[in-house]
T-cell receptor, first 116, second 116 residues
Framework: AQKITQTQPGMFVQEKEAVTLDCTYD???????LFWYKQPSSGEMIFLIYQGSYDQQNATEGRYSLNFQKARKSANLVISASQLGDSAMYFCAMREGMDSSYKLIFGSGTRLLVRP | ETGVTQTPRHLVMGMTNKKSLKCEQH?????MYWYKQSAKKPLELMFVYNFKEQTENNSVPSRFSPECPNSSHLFLHLHTLQPEDSALYLC???????????????FGPGTRLTVL
């Protein structure tokens, strides 16, 4: 089974509107971390937001917020007030456990296109 | 320089060539990573170095040889590559804290490699 699933290969959103990018995960470890990265066409993976499995509140970073639903194992990224510069690939990733395994497991990504 | 830098940004090489990719992090982190991103595939972890010691080798062919001389520098030596090795190679670094899963990996801009 896939550890990280992003079911939306591509999304469109109108400039200034909000958009939700879906991410579901699969783990039996009670301790894990969830990350979202943005990858513009230049290639660099830009860290956006982090949510820990024990965090009581949903993470927020500026226009980015994470809709964390632990029971459903989902960690959707919400981008408010979309801007043209938000057009990029978005990847959800998970790190399991607190041991020496530093693996980040990535989803297949969602391509977001912001329309003017 | 700030963050994570990678050189070269683009590389074209023949199957018999030997080349090296370089990564440098200016964040004071203690762990560094090599990832491979092929078209239409999720990001794949190749190698992990923690405190200059290789802690992960994700079944990578021996034609890829990593080197980590210190905690700020990471190299990927390439020899006798195949056309299917053409991909974007991303370097990342993080500050690993024992007993947590919160360390965020910060990525460089990547090296786009084409093997002819």
């Amino acid at each position: 089974a896939q550890k990280i699933t992003q079911t939306q290969p591509g999304m469109f959103v109108q400039e200034k509107e909000a958009v939700t990018l879906d991410c579901t995960y699969d783990t039996s470890d009670p301790s894990y971390g969830l990350f979202w990265y943005k990858q513009p066409s230049s290639g660099e993976m830009i860290f956006l937001i982090y949510q820990g499995s024990y965090d009581q509140q949903n993470a927020t970073e500026g226009r980015y917020s994470l809709n964390f639903q632990k029971a459903r194992k989902s960690a959707n990224l919400v981008i408010s007030a979309s801007q043209l510069g938000d057009s990029a690939m978005y990847f959800c990733a998970m790190r399991e456990g607190m041991d020496s395994s530093y693996k980040l497991i990535f989803g297949s990504g969602t391509r977001l296109l912001v329309r003017p | 320089e700030t963050g994570v830098t990678q050189t070269p940004r683009h590389l074209v090489m023949g199957m018999t060539n030997k080349k090296s990719l370089k990564c440098e992090q200016h964040l004071g982190h203690n762990a560094m990573y090599w990832y491979k991103q092929s078209a239409k595939k999720p990001l794949e972890l190749m190698f992990v170095y923690n405190f200059k010691e290789q802690t992960e080798n994700n079944s990578v062919p021996s034609r890829f040889s990593p080197e980590c001389p210190n905690s700020s520098h990471l190299f990927l030596h390439l020899h006798t590559l195949q056309p299917e090795d053409s991909a974007l190679y991303l370097c990342a670094s993080s500050q690993v804290l024992a007993g947590t899963s919160t360390d965020t990996q910060y990525f460089g801009p990547g090296t786009r490699l084409t093997v002819l």
